[in-house]
């Protein structure tokens, strides 16, 4: 069974602060990741999607690695801002199963 | 992109009462859609898959006759809490997959927050 684990599973910055999420999952044979945000009491947006055969994909100032052989990947945030904060999600999809989640790394950046 | 469409947002029920969710793929067929439930401080658990013109496949421990699902068309799937209690409040989100639009990520709803009182 397919378990994934964040970590940390808060994390408080100042303003500016370049930071990375981490993410590991047990079982490496894996379609896809996926990052997403959620804001309390909201949707999910999705960040960033890894196909397995991808090592990494880029967004603004978001970098999303994947290692899948180790299973691990990592959201890199540069340059972190207040409106950053929120829950950042990490899932791991194969095929049309449903994605298996980790249960978050709350960030709040402050100003 | 994919955009999935859910409502209500919010809802508040007396106990007893059913409510009823909507999640909808606004440009692409779903013939899968997916439901979560998430409780506060907590990740998303899959509560059952739901097919386009069959039975859904529940998550060990959900009741299929307390959470009813039906797709009927391939936009469309709703999800019916029945006889709701309080330990029933929580965030249900739906999600699909366009699987035609060359991505392969999943979209989600925006949510529904009920509360039973």
């Known amino acids: 069974k397919q378990e994934v684990t964040q970590i940390p599973a808060a994390l408080s910055v100042p303003e500016g602060e370049n930071l990375v999420l981490n993410c590991s999952f047990t079982d490496s044979a894996i379609y896809n990741l996926q990052w997403f945000r959620q804001d309390p009491g909201k949707g999910l947006t999705s960040l960033l999607l890894?196909?397995?055969?991808?090592r990494e994909q880029t967004s603004g100032r978001l970098n999303a690695s994947l290692d899948k052989s180790s299973g691990r990947s990592t959201l890199y945030i540069a340059a972190s801002q207040p409106g950053d904060s929120a829950t950042y999600l990490c899932?791991?999809?194969?095929?049309?199963?449903?994605?298996?989640f980790g249960k978050g790394t709350r960030l709040s950046v402050i100003a | 992109g994919a955009v999935v469409s859910q409502h209500p947002s919010r809802v508040i029920c007396k106990s007893g009462t059913s409510v009823k969710i909507e999640c909808r793929s606004l440009d692409f067929q779903a013939t899968t859609m997916f439901w979560y439930r998430q409780f506060p401080k907590q990740s998303l658990m899959l509560m059952a898959t739901?097919?386009?013109?069959?039975?859904?496949?529940?998550e060990q421990g959900v009741e299929k006759d307390k959470f009813l699902i039906n797709h009927a068309s391939l936009t469309l799937s709703t999800l019916t809490v029945t006889s709701a209690h309080p330990e029933d409040s929580s965030f249900y989100i739906c999600s699909a997959r366009d699987q035609m639009g060359g991505g392969y990520g999943y979209t989600f709803g925006s949510g529904t927050r009920l509360t039973v009182v």
């Open positions: 899932a791991v999809g194969r095929g049309n199963t449903p994605l298996v």
């Open positions: 890894i196909q397995s055969s991808q």
């Open positions: 739901s097919n386009e013109g069959s039975k859904a496949t529940y």
